[in-house]
């Protein structure tokens, strides 16, 4: 078994024990299993997965911290929301809000990279909320 911890600025959003945890980082998709090396990585936008009794819950994350050290995994997470939490309506205006205004943006104007991520988020948000 590995101890998961989620933890964001709000609140501590899961501590319990799990099988498996899947996310995204810096270098691409990594898995985690109990017995796993102890690492420090960068998290980005994108979803991270548990499972625990032979069910996998989703998580929608903005990035973050991921460490791992003795069986215990904790993420350190800018934002996270569980599939079921998200609300796919306001998701769905953000994409739109994002693409439009990288529509009538360069790629070398200062707000162009944050409208980027704003897209991103909003893309991962809706991926993951389709998971339910």
Do not use: Q
Request: hydrophobic share 45%.
């Amino acid at each position: 078994m590995l101890h998961l911890e989620v933890i964001t600025p709000e609140r501590v959003m899961l501590s319990e024990d799990v099988d498996m945890v899947e996310a995204r980082g810096a270098l691409g998709e990594f898995g985690i299993l109990p017995g796993h090396i102890n690492f420090l990585t960068s998290i980005v936008p994108g979803e991270v997965r548990y499972m625990t009794d032979g069910k996998t819950r989703h998580l929608a994350t903005s990035g973050g911290f991921a460490e791992v050290v003795a069986d215990k995994v904790t993420f350190l997470l800018e934002t996270a929301e569980f599939a079921e939490e998200i609300d796919v309506d306001r998701a769905r205006r953000a994409k739109e809000k994002a693409e439009s205004a990288l529509k009538a943006l360069s790629s070398d104007e200062k707000d162009y990279k944050l409208f980027e991520l704003a897209l991103l988020r909003a893309i991962t948000r809706i991926s993951t909320a389709s998971k339910m």
